[in-house]
């Protein structure tokens, strides 16, 4: 069996070199090394509904949760094992989220639009052939959530109302569903996105989530808990 520390590890790793690209391929198209003629602005930057630039707004609000429920459990509890792994998710995901409205800001394009439903980007599939949340094995928000996996206001404040081994089953739990979500987000950009600094970061979100949701399943199961269904 693949021990919590090495399958951590191992998820801490596919981040880190995600990130490193993806900073350096944003340092590289902010000089103008790119196809613009030396200008620092792409002439191929995504437009306004783009995939790239949809992927960017949402999960740029989908990480926010994260950082949220993260930063409340690290309050709630003193399991070092918990604190460890919610500060790293806080830590990580604050980054790559300021890097995806870094993108929006290089592309000339705003961080919120009125008018586009979440995920919608998700439908844009070139082909016609399929769309909407069921695209990459995406579910339907719960009720009173904003994307898959988002935990409610209902939810939030119950993890904040918990503590000790409450607290870490649950934030586990909604870490879980909350990382389903990101996961099959993140599988729609690595398909659909034509940055290629931002598929691979969506890629290393992906390798990295899937190991966090396997060390979180174990977290569960020595807590005497299990994700939810």
């Not at 801490?12 to 944003?26: D, Q, R």
Request: proline share 4%; net charge negative; hydrophobic share 40%.
């Amino acid at each position: 069996m693949t021990s919590p520390n090495r399958t951590y590890w191992a998820a801490g790793t596919a981040v880190l070199l995600a990130l490193l690209f993806a900073v350096g391929a944003t340092v590289a198209a902010a000089s103008g090394s790119g196809d613009d003629g030396g200008s620092g602005t792409s002439s191929r930057a995504p437009g306004l509904y783009s995939a790239d630039a949809g992927f960017a707004r949402d999960m740029a609000v989908h990480h926010q949760q994260a950082v949220e429920m993260s930063f409340i459990v690290r309050d709630r509890t003193q399991d070092e094992a918990v604190r460890t792994l919610a500060y790293d998710i806080a830590n990580t995901q604050a980054n790559q989220r300021g890097m995806l409205m870094g993108w929006l800001d290089l592309w000339g394009l705003p961080k919120v639009v009125a008018d586009e439903p979440p995920m919608s980007w998700m439908e844009t599939t070139g082909h016609g052939e399929h769309g909407g949340h069921g695209d990459h094995g995406m579910a339907a928000p719960k009720p009173g959530a904003l994307m898959p996996g988002m935990a409610t206001k209902e939810e939030i404040a119950q993890l904040g109302s918990a503590g000790g081994r409450d607290a870490e089953v649950l934030y586990l739990q909604l870490m879980t569903d909350h990382h389903k979500g990101g996961v099959a987000m993140a599988q729609g950009c690595a398909k659909q996105c034509g940055t290629p600094a931002e598929r691979a970061l969506a890629q290393g979100m992906v390798e990295a989530q899937q190991s966090e949701l396997t060390l979180m399943a174990d977290m569960l199961k020595r807590r005497g808990a299990a994700p939810r269904g």
